[in-house]
């Protein structure tokens, strides 16, 4: 993508929208997808994988999606849990117009989109989900989730996709020495080259 990264806040290259098949919640959909934004071909390996957990979701409350792209997670997530408010959260606003038009498309009215500042700040998460943006550096990256997973209500889990070789492990010890005292932090899957990490609010 050149100087442009799908976590720019406004990419600079054309909108020029496109329509791809992919399965939601078991079902095969039609969903828009675009450039500037992360993986607008396809679900990601990664993501894909994640998903493979959904049974593990909330049925109710707030769940949140970190970095939502063209929409997913927080399309299988409200379609998987009806009676729960997905907050589909983006910096990148095209992603963010995207998931919502694909919320619309497929019925989904559970899908809240905005970007991570419009957040109440009260708010708690019954579930997190996310394929995390690992490439914008440690330093950011980290911060991100320091501001989100301590949101999760007590007895609530995240999930999160990672990588092995864009530094899972090492964000799995990390998770585990810089979170709360009541969260834990244990490896649930390895497949293929990534790991499933489930961060719980055990409070």
Known sequence: M?????FSE???STFKPKNIQVEINGSLVSVTTSGGIFSPDHIDQGTGILLNHLDEAPPSGNILDIGCGWGPVALALASHSPKATIWAIDVNERSLELTAANA???GLTNIKTCKPEDVPDDLVFSGIWSNPPIRVGKEVLHEILLKWL????DGAEGYLVVQKNLGADSLHRWLEDSLPQDFSTIRVETAKSFRILRVKNRG
């Open 2 to 6: 050149s100087s442009e990264h799908y």
């Open 10 to 12: 406004t990419p600079g």
């Open 104 to 106: 619309a498309k497929l």
């Open 150 to 153: 301590p949101k999760l209500a």
